[in-house]
C-alpha cells in the first residue's frame, strides 16, 4: 500500500490551496484517511481525519479546512482555505484499515500508512 500525496507549493497569507492524497496497492477502501503536518521544529501534529463516516479538526483549522473523499474510498483531499504563516509544514496523509476508536484519531500512532509528504508555505 502507498499513499501519494500532492497539491502543495507556496502561497500568500489568505489563499487557498487543495491538498490530494491517493491510495494504490489495494482494491478495498481505508476505513480512516486524513491528513497530519509537521512544522521545521515541531513534532507531526494532527490536521484532519476522516474516520468512518466521521470527520475530526484541529481547532486551529476548524472553520478553514475541509476535508473530504472520493466515493471509491481510495482518495482524500484537504481543501484550505485563509491559509496563515502559521500553517507552513510539511503535510503528510495517513490512513488505517480500520476504524480507529475516537478517542486515539488525532494521534499518529493510530495510522499504519503514511504517505510521503507535501509542503505547504504561506507567507506573510
Known amino acids: 500500500v502507498q499513499l501519494q500525496a500532492s497539491g502543495g507549493g507556496l502561497v500568500q497569507a489568505g489563499d487557498s490551496l487543495r491538498l490530494s492524497c491517493a491510495a494504490s496497492?489495494?482494491?478495498?477502501?481505508?476505513?480512516?484517511m486524513g491528513w497530519f503536518r509537521q512544522a521545521p521544529g515541531k513534532d507531526r501534529e494532527f490536521v484532519a481525519i476522516?474516520?468512518?463516516?466521521?470527520?475530526y479538526y484541529a481547532d486551529s483549522v476548524t472553520g478553514r479546512f475541509t476535508i473530504s473523499r472520493d466515493n471509491a474510498k481510495s482518495r482524500v483531499y484537504l481543501q484550505m482555505n485563509s491559509l496563515k504563516p502559521e500553517d507552513t509544514a510539511v503535510y503528510y496523509c495517513?490512513?488505517?484499515?480500520?476504524?480507529?476508536?475516537?478517542?486515539?484519531?488525532?494521534?499518529?500512532?493510530?495510522?499504519?500508512?503514511w504517505g510521503q509528504g507535501t509542503l505547504v508555505t504561506v507567507s506573510s
Open positions: 496497492g489495494r482494491t478495498s477502501g481505508f476505513n480512516a
Open positions: 495517513a490512513s488505517n484499515l480500520n476504524r480507529i476508536a475516537s478517542g486515539s484519531a488525532r494521534s499518529v500512532h493510530a495510522y499504519h500508512n
Open positions: 476522516w474516520n468512518a463516516g466521521t470527520i
